[in-house]
Structure formats: structure tokens, C-alpha cells
């Protein structure tokens, strides 16, 4: 059993950085491939960054050079960092978890992963 809790969601400014956590728990969280997909009022789900095992990451083209994935498995956790965020960034970010996929295989199957609770993100312009 896997069990994923989210944190770090607010509200910003466009041109504003947030930096979300998601912690990992459970005995198979050292061999998952973790990532975030997101979800906007209304529209469907957009797997938008992963990391495997491995340290490879994998970004949707949406936020590809404004955020960064990274993974510390110490402690099991992963983290966004978004940075330059836009007002369509507004979202209900949720942390998720697959297996056996390397990051860019995973950015849309996580999206039907385990996952969190989710976080709101909400960027103004």
C-alpha cells in the first residue's frame, strides 16, 4: 500500500514560483516512477512531469523549462519546483505513483496512478 500526501499549493502572481512536496509512503516507494499531473476546472487531466528510479525526468511541453522535478530518496520525497508559473498553470495538482515505466513513458499513465489529495494552485494575472 502506497499512501501520497501533498503539500505546498497557494496562490501567486503570475511570473510567481510556488514549489510543491508529495511524500511517499510504503515499501514500494524506492522503485516507483513519481510525478504530477494536473487537472483545471473543466478540463481533463495532463500528466505534466515524472521521475523514475533512475533520476530521468520527463516534462509535458506545457511547463518544459519552467519546472523541475526532483526526487530525494532518503526521505521518499518528491518535489515541483514551478517557477515563471501562468495564470493557465491554475490547477489542482495531484502527486502520483506508477511502476515498471521509465519518466517518459509514465507522464500519462500517472495520471491514472495512485495519488494524492491534491493541492491548489491558483496564479492571477
Known amino acids: 500500500q502506497v499512501q501520497l500526501v501533498e503539500s505546498g499549493g497557494g496562490s501567486v502572481q503570475a511570473g510567481g514560483s510556488l514549489r510543491l512536496s508529495c511524500k511517499c509512503s510504503g515499501n514500494t516507494c524506492q522503485s516507483a516512477t513519481m510525478g504530477w499531473f494536473r487537472q483545471a476546472s473543466g478540463k481533463e487531466r495532463e500528466g505534466i512531469s515524472a521521475?523514475?528510479?533512475?533520476?530521468?525526468?520527463s516534462y509535458a511541453d506545457s511547463v518544459k523549462g519552467r519546472f523541475t522535478i526532483s526526487k530525494d530518496n532518503a526521505t521518499n520525497i518528491v518535489y515541483l519546483q514551478m517557477d515563471k508559473l501562468r495564470p493557465e498553470d491554475t490547477a489542482m495538482y495531484y502527486c502520483?505513483?506508477?511502476?515498471?515505466?521509465?519518466?517518459?513513458?509514465?507522464?500519462?499513465?500517472?495520471?491514472?496512478?495512485?495519488r494524492g489529495q491534491g493541492t491548489q494552485v491558483t496564479v492571477s494575472s
Open positions: 521521475v523514475d528510479g533512475g533520476g530521468s525526468t
Open positions: 502520483a505513483a506508477v511502476w515498471l515505466l521509465t519518466s517518459r513513458q509514465a507522464l500519462s499513465p500517472l495520471t491514472r496512478g495512485y
